[in-house]
């Protein structure tokens, strides 16, 4: 009896721990897509909450932030597209670095990382996004 308990926990602590995000699925083109228009919805709100000096809303859109690019991350490492992997992994980096701002309430360091985050979803765009009649869409490789 107590072994079938201990095994039950087992089971859960391993469903639950960490490791079992690496299970998660890799975003699909229409999930990306929606990842997208939000990664542009949070990055306006962030840049009014920096103006406004409303530090702990630009704490939480950098989290947000980081872990929506940390998703688009995944999604080109698993296309093996290296370039654009590097482009989200230092989209990540300047959304961590807008949180660490906001929670020292300084708004250059703010400022500073929002430019930086910004400047990546262009190089980015450039590269693998392309328009089309209704909308924009992964340009083929
Ligand atoms: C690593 C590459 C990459 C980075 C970095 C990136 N994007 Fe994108 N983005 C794309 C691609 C590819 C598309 C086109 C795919 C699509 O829209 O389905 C896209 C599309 C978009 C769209 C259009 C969505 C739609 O269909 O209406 C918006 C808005 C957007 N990105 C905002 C941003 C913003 C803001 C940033 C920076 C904070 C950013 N992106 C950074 C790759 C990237």
Redesign the pocket.
């Known amino acids: 009896m107590q072994a079938l308990v201990l095994i039950a926990i087992v089971i859960i602590v391993a469903l639950f721990s960490p490791q079992a995000g690496a299970l998660q699925q890799v975003l699909t083109?229409?999930e990306?897509?929606a990842t997208?228009?939000e990664?542009?919805?949070?990055?306006?709100d962030a840049e009014g909450h920096i103006d406004a000096r409303y530090w702990p809303e630009t704490a939480v859109d950098g989290q947000r932030?980081r872990s929506m690019?940390q998703e688009?991350?995944a999604f080109?490492k698993a296309r093996e597209v290296e370039e654009?992997?590097i482009?989200?992994a230092?989209?990540m980096a300047a959304s961590r670095a807008m949180t660490t701002a906001a929670k020292e309430n300084n708004r250059e360091s703010a400022r500073t990382a929002f430019g930086k985050?910004?400047s990546?979803?262009?190089?980015?765009?450039l590269?693998?996004?392309?328009q089309t009649d209704d909308?924009?869409?992964?340009?083929p490789q």
């Open positions: 083109e229409a990306f897509d997208m228009k990664v542009g919805l949070t990055l306006g932030l690019f688009v991350e080109w654009a992997a482009m989200a230092d989209a985050l910004r990546t979803c262009a190089r980015c765009h590269d693998y996004r392309e909308g924009y869409q992964i340009k």
